[in-house]
């Protein structure tokens, strides 16, 4: 009986195996097509104030250089590399508003972005100096309707409170008192041209300047503000801000050598002022600062050149300069070897003592 069972439950054993056998299924595992994303080359425009922007290239490389050359020969400076960064443009030669920018990447990609394509119709009678510009009644200005600008004008007047929409300039000569200096054989503006000697509270607004080709002159020591805060290259000898008795600082703090030639600073007069910013300036001729009040010029840390005419040792009402960059700067540096002098005795001493 036993042999019987044993022999059933092997059978029964058997039969299920091969049953289970004959049902194994075959799955066949389809073949995915990955397909790689396409190649891009993405520029935007972030700002036409300063003339910058961004770029990202996907799935290739850009041809990387610290600088492009636009197609009308101007500089654009990058900061990132082959994959992602920023831009900037610099209208260094006078580039026309038609210019553009051309960025190419591995693969064939290419973008050509043009500066103003962005830019809505000019209301140019929202602004005194694009409608002076428009309608020829500035000296000097020219009116470019695609940028909504004067770029490359010759500034001969204080046409308006209004800020100067601007990006580059030939030169500025608003000679008040009638000094001089600077723009020789340029045609004078007529008599009341502008607001005048005579106008509140005067005001000389740049804040889009960059570049100016020439010299820069502004006597006019009526004015209770001036911004020159974004500009970088003056390609003249000079930068005159003289007599500027309502100005307590001058920011000339992104103003840099052009191609290190040497540029002289004239603020003086300016007698509340407390402050003049030049940090990134490095070569300078002659820097006037006497009769103004300012005793601290850490902010001439970059500085490797330059006479420096401070107040006269007997001066009564204006101080000496007593507060210097640090003594491993490039000034100190300048000061020790000679390359950077202050007229006054005190003043030089002063220095000597700090970047011992």
Known sequence: ???????????????????????????????????????????????????????????????????????????????????????????????????????????????????????????????????????????????????????????????????????????????????????EGLPPAPEGEGIGEGASNPEFNLPLIQYVFNDIVVDFPFLVNIDLSNLRYVLGDQVILRGMQNITKFDLSRLQNYYNSPLDINIMGAMIATELDISRLQNAGIIDISYTNITDVSKFSRLKFGAIISNNDNELYFPQVTVFPSRFSNFCQGIRWGNITFSSSISQTNADDACQ
């Open 1 to 183: 009986m036993k042999a019987i069972t044993k022999v059933t439950l092997l059978a029964t054993s058997l039969f299920s195996i091969s049953a289970q056998s004959e049902y194994v299924a075959v799955i066949t595992i389809p073949k995915i097509e990955v397909t790689e994303p396409a190649a891009q080359l993405l520029v935007s425009q972030e700002s036409l104030i300063g003339m910058n922007g961004s770029y990202r290239v996907n799935n290739s490389e850009l041809f990387y250089s610290d600088t492009l050359i636009s197609d009308e020969g101007c500089d654009v400076k990058l900061t990132g590399d082959e994959k992602s960064g920023t831009w900037e443009y610099f209208n260094s030669l006078g580039c026309t508003d038609n210019d553009t920018i051309t960025f190419l990447a591995k693969g064939g990609l290419t973008k050509t972005i043009s500066l103003w394509s962005n830019l809505s119709v000019c209301k140019y009678w929202e602004n005194d100096w694009l409608a002076a510009a428009q309608n020829g009644t500035g000296t000097g200005l020219i009116y470019n309707s695609s940028s909504c600008s004067i770029n490359g004008s010759a500034i001969r007047s204080l046409i308006s409170h209004d800020s100067l929409p601007s990006y580059y300039l030939d030169s500025i000569h608003i000679d008040v008192l009638g000094g001089g200096e600077g723009g």
